[in-house]
């Protein structure tokens, strides 16, 4: 008898909490809606190609294609760094540190108002070993897998920004 009684208090109190889907609406909601109105400005390097990929593949349709009829423009810069930090006695690197920080702004393209001005940023560990082609191939991935944590966390950042601004993205 008791266990009923708390499972319908308990859902009471999460019925009230606030909390609402990011997404709420899917394809046609107001978010998703608003993701597909921001173009991607290009970005230097081949770090730059990764992340603009993996950001129009998440902007579905976000008017990536350069033609120029997007309502919003998101402009990133990005710092990729590769530090040494396992030293041996014969000063030679047995690990790094690969670093991808982007700054990121979106500007409204009626106006070039800079409606959102923020950084995502992500690091991996590589092992560097005796082959000189599994060390930059490791590096390679590391790059690619940081690469779609940075568009991740700004297509995130760019929702939850929509979701509180409910005219722009």
Known sequence: MKAPLALMALSLTLAGCGLKPLYAGGGSG???????????????????????NALRDRLVGG????????RYRLDVRLDDQIRGLGVRADDSVTRERRTLRARYQLIDTGNNAVLLDASAGSD??????????????????ALERLSE???????????????TQPTAP
Request: charged residues 15%.
């Open 30 to 52: 107001a978010v998703a809606n608003a993701l597909t109105q921001v173009e991607v400005a290009p970005i230097e390097g081949k770090a730059g190609w990764l992340v603009g």
């Open 63 to 70: 008017g990536g294609d350069g033609s120029g009829g997007a």
């Open 124 to 141: 991996a560990g590589i092992d560097v070993v005796q082959s000189e082609y599994a060390t930059i191939a490791a590096e390679n991935t």
């Open 149 to 163: 944590i940075v568009a991740d966390q700004i297509v995130a950042r760019l929702a939850t920004y929509a979701r």
